[in-house]
């Protein structure tokens, strides 16, 4: 999810499927200000709510900007005929990673 979705997301609300593994973090001052500053625009948000999100917003960033490298093996062709090859860069093994890691989790007792 970009960030401009999850402003738009924000002004509908809702509800996401949580783990029931919980994260704690430390915020430098001007993060937790911002949140803060955050709450107050969108009220029917709680500041947990905000970073759950806002931190998904960022891995979908980080995920569409891990590094394409182009391995030997072609695995399919585009509309034009050309040559697609497979990525040996770190995003399939993130990819697996993530299903892996999710699969597990999914297991897990739901919260909230």
Do not use: N
Not at 2 to 23: D, F, H, M, P
Not at 33 to 57: N, S
Not at 84 to 96: H, K, S
């Amino acid at each position: 999810m970009q960030i401009k979705q999850l402003l738009e997301e924000w002004e509908r609300t809702g509800a996401v499927r949580l783990t029931a593994r919980e994260y704690r973090v430390r915020l430098p001052v001007r993060d937790a200000a911002r949140i803060a500053a955050l709450r107050v625009l969108y009220p029917r948000k709680t500041e947990e709510q905000l970073v759950t999100e806002l931190l998904g917003a960022a891995l979908d960033t980080l995920e569409a900007a891990l590094p394409y490298r182009q391995g030997e093996r072609v695995i399919a062709e585009d509309e034009l005929g050309d040559p697609i090859y497979e990525d040996v860069g770190p995003t399939p093994r993130f990819l697996a990673l993530t299903r892996q890691h999710a699969a597990r989790l999914s297991g897990e007792k739901e919260a909230g």
